[in-house]
Every structure is written in C-alpha cells, then in structure tokens.
C-alpha cells in the first residue's frame, strides 16, 4: 500500500535558488503573493471589537453545554488514544505500509453504512469508531459555546502589535544575506528591542492532500554536554570487559520533532544561534516567527532554546501563520505557556491539523482562528475538520 499520506506545500522544499543576484533582488513576501495580507491591524482590532461586543451580549454556558463540552473531549481524547496506539504498532500492516487518505474517508463511510459487516484485522470496528468519532465530532452543538468561550479568553489579552509587526517582517523578509540550508533560510534582523528570527515560508502552493512524511527524528542540543559511557571509549579495560569509561562531550537529543523541519533545525541551529549572538542584543525580545513551514522550523527552534535555556523564557516569544505540528507530545507539553506564543489560523487552512495528532504530534501555544468554524482549542484543528487549501493562501482576506 502506498504511504499515509495528505499533502502539503507546507512539507514541501522551496524550489532552489542558483542566481545571487537573483536571491538579492527577490521581492517580499508580501509582493510574492500578489499584494496579501494587507492592514493587519485595522482588521484584527475590527475583529477583536466584534468578539467583545457578542461577548457582552451572550449568555453563559449552559449545564448542558458545558456537559456537552465536556463528553466531546473524553470522546475525541479516546479516540486520539486508539489512533495513536494503532499507527505505534509496527504488526499493523494499515497503518505501517500507509493507506490513501481519501481511501481512508471511503472507509470510514463504509463502515458508517453498516459496522455489523466490518470485519477487518487491522483497520478494526475499535479504530473505525475513532475515525468517526474525529471526523464526526466537528458538527457538535457545544462548539459555538466553546469558541465564544475561547474567544473570551482571547479578548484583552492578546497583544495584535506582537502580531502585526511579526507579519510585517515575515512580508519584508530579504533572505539574500540570511542562514541557507538547502532550500530553507533563515533571517535574523534586530529593531527597536526586537530580535526577530523569521524562517522562510514554501513559496510553492500545490495539492495539500498529496503527500505527507509522517516520520520524527530527535532535535539535537545546541551546546553539547559531558558524559561517560560506552560511546566515549574505554578507559580500563578488566578480563570481563571494560571496568570504567572515558568522559567526552557530545550533543544530545532535547525530544522528537516531525523531520521535515526537525532535520532542518539540526542543520542550521548552530548558525542560527551564532547569528542570534552576533547581531542581537542581550536585552532584545527574542522573537521566533514564521508563516506554514517557516513556523514549523521556529517552533523547533523556539523549543530547543527554552529546553536548553539558552534564552530566559521572559525575553521570547513565538508568533506563527498556518503552522503544522511540529513537535511531539510530550515535548509540546514541557514548552506549552512556558513563554508568550501566538498561533494563527484562517478558516479552513488544512496545514495546522497537519501532522495528525494520533501520529504522535502537538500544537502549543495561545492559538486565534478566524472563522474557522471549529472550536479555539490548543492543539485544534484536529482530523476530518473540513478543510481548503485555498485558506492556507488567502490569509489577506484575515490580514
């Protein structure tokens, strides 16, 4: 069977580039695509003013819909649980060899027809009932309650100059004198108190459902730490064996992280962080941002740097666009809150439910979705959210 796949431009490598002059004269990303993304502010604020006023309007959760809240999250919880177990399993042959994404919907439908004639080893009544449980639950009555109550939280707090000005430098990004690896840069610019480190969106839109690398690789350590074992050698050797090691210095791994941007960060975050050191201040913010695979690598970035310390937690922050999941689990939730972050996402943009969340990978962060039409959660939107990958590219109709 072919590779679980969804497509994605977002995973996609931006086509490269042999020409300097050509790389010095590239036009903005504003410019790249036709002119988008225009008065962040004055829109963003129109939006805010319009959620405090249905705000101030609307009546508290009901018992019923808190209730209602409450049993979608246990279900959806459960089910996550059963997808991710199965898609762990090496002896289950559906979802180590791969199944076509839109085979996969024809299946669920399917077994919907009729579960009492599902009779399948690998793709059991137990996984398909979670399949439906995920794609089925985006119709549920309590979501209006939950964004509204989401939005709320939203109201006062979140800070739309942070925003803006990370948008205004993602449009802005000259990468001719930035880090280079392969097909992906890396710009590191200091103003007014800020440090911004802006990694390059893919410039190439295509079939979002087309293909999707669903493997991890570890995210290495920026400065290396002293150990003694086995990997540093042998320094007395007894009759039966080795009695003690030698110490040596090594690099090591700080968690997992999706490969298409973990294999990235591993390559440039040495030079990213020389870079940080040489042209940033030690009191500027340090702000990580990027738009759909440039969040992804600075979400990584943003991560190794609290995980290591290298960066007190009060001086970052992480601003994304359109970003996939980039890190695992239990790495998400060690960085979650632990300094400001911002996610955005504009309605039905299919790459933030991307890597799904069964297949091992967390959203962080304090997320704002612009009628999307599921519920404001921190690691939403989640599988069988409707999507459009026209959204992914029409963030100007947000900003």
């Known amino acids: 069977m072919p590779s679980i796949v969804v497509a994605n431009p977002s995973f996609d490598d931006v086509a490269p580039v042999d020409d300097k002059a050509a790389e010095q004269n590239q036009p903005g990303f504003f410019k ?94 137990e996984v398909m009932e979670a399949f439906v449980t995920l794609r089925s639950s985006a119709g549920n009555d309590a979501t209006p309650v939950r964004r509204l109550n989401n939005y709320r939280d939203l109201i006062g707090s979140f800070p739309e100059s942070i925003v803006s000005s990370t948008w205004n430098e993602i449009d802005g990004a000259d990468y001719s004198s930035g880090i280079v690896y392969e097909n992906d840069a890396v710009l590191v610019k200091s103003t007014g108190g800020i440090c911004y480190i802006i990694s390059q969106e893919s410039n190439e839109a295509g079939d979002w459902w087309d293909n999707l690398d669903i493997g991890s690789d570890p995210i290495m350590s920026i400065n290396k730490k002293t150990v003694q074992d086995e ?76 995980k290591e310390g290298l960066i007190p937690s009060s001086s970052m922050k992480l601003v994304t666009f359109g970003c996939p999941r980039a890190i695992g689990k239990s790495e998400s939730d060690a960085v979650h809150s632990k300094f400001e972050q911002y996610r955005m996402i504009y309605k039905k943009d299919p790459v933030p439910s991307l890597p799904y969340g069964w297949m091992g990978f967390k959203h962080f962060g304090n997320m704002r979705c612009n009628s999307c039409g599921y519920s404001e959660s921190r690691d939403a939107p989640g599988w069988g959210w409707p999507t459009d990958a026209g959204d992914h590219t029409s963030y100007d109709e947000w900003f």
């Open 231 to 306: 990997s540093c050698g042998c320094a007395q050797s007894r009759w039966y064996g080795c009695a003690s090691y030698k110490s040596c210095s090594v690099y090591y791994s700080l968690g997992n992280g999706f490969d298409g941007f973990a294999k990235t960060y591993n390559a440039m975050r040495q030079q990213i962080w020389s870079r940080i050191k040489s042209v940033c201040s030690s009191s500027d913010v340090k702000l990580f941002g990027g738009y759909s695979r440039g969040g992804g690598i600075m979400s990584i970035m943003a991560f190794a740097m609290y």
């Open 32 to 125: 790249r695509h036709s002119m988008k993304f225009l008065v962040f502010g004055v829109v963003a604020v129109a939006g805010v003013v319009g959620f405090v006023a249905g705000s101030s309007v609307s009546e508290p959760a009901s018992v019923e819909a808190t209730t209602a809240i409450e049993s979608l999250e246990d279900s959806v919880s459960r089910a996550n649980a059963v997808l991710e177990a199965a898609s762990s399993d090496p002896s289950n042959l559906a979802f180590a060899s791969g199944i076509p994404f839109s085979v996969l919907n024809e299946q669920v439908d399917a077994y919907i027809a009729d579960p009492s004639l599902w009779d399948d080893m690998f793709l059991t009544k």
